[in-house]
């Protein structure tokens, strides 16, 4: 079954980087957009950027622009999102999810998820 | 960017009642709309894309409607599982898909 398996828990300190990843199986990795977003605590979720793994292009949110990196490794069938110098306000958990669009058009909306990683930021 | 509004942010019912959840669109975005239900702690799943397709495994108990700035998302009989937290999406935006607040379903 199509499947997204992302990385464990995470803490840091301010300003430190932290670089999750998304281990895809059960389709072809290459054939779909993956998507990060995140969500604070009891907050909605946020949108944060985007990786077509069959060329590497990537789209980001302005709101992180300059902060967040997406990549992908298709021999491991594998995204990553690394967001950098982060703040208090970076503490969420954070979701890797599929797009429904098969490349190279993409949907925008997504219906496998993984279960997510919980990124905590403190001094 | 486009926001997304919905309301209201929480209500209470009962098990058999009829739901509906309003979301409106700071823009017209077609039917580029999406909901989302989310159990605490869990990732969230997709219930309805497009406005009103039903996902595959979706219960036909959800439905959604609208168009333009205005959508709904109608539970006909609320059961036990799905007191949860509900989202809409925008899909319109090719710079940023957007969310709304959320909808917290719980038990009267």
């Known amino acids: 079954q199509v499947q997204l398996v992302q990385s464990g828990a995470e803490v840091k300190k301010p300003g430190a980087s932290v670089k999750l990843s998304c281990k895809a199986s059960g389709y072809t990795f290459t054939s779909y957009a993956m998507h990060w977003l995140r969500q604070a605590p009891g907050q909605s979720l946020e949108w944060m950027g985007w990786i077509n793994p069959g060329n590497g292009d990537t789209k980001y949110s302005q709101s992180f622009q300059g902060r967040v990196t997406i990549t992908s490794d298709t021999s491991a069938s594998t995204a990553y999102m690394e967001l950098n110098s982060l703040r208090s306000e970076d503490a969420a958990v954070y979701y890797c999810a599929k797009d429904e669009g098969v490349l190279p058009y993409y949907y925008n909306y997504m219906a496998v998820w993984g279960k997510g990683t919980t990124v905590t930021v403190s001094s | 960017d486009i926001q997304m509004t919905q309301s209201p942010s929480s209500l209470s019912a009962s098990v058999g009642d009829r739901v509906t959840v309003t979301c409106r669109a700071s823009q017209t975005i077609g039917n580029y709309l999406n909901w989302y239900q989310q159990k605490p702690g869990k990732a969230p799943t997709l219930l309805i894309y497009?406005?009103?397709y039903l996902q595959s495994g979706v219960p036909s108990r959800f439905s959604g409607s609208g168009y333009g700035t205005e959508f709904t998302l109608t539970i006909s009989s609320l059961q036990p599982e799905d007191f949860a937290t509900y989202y809409c999406q925008q899909s319109y935006s090719t710079l940023r898909t957007t969310f709304g607040g959320g909808t917290r379903v719980g038990v009267k």
């Open positions: 497009a406005t009103s």
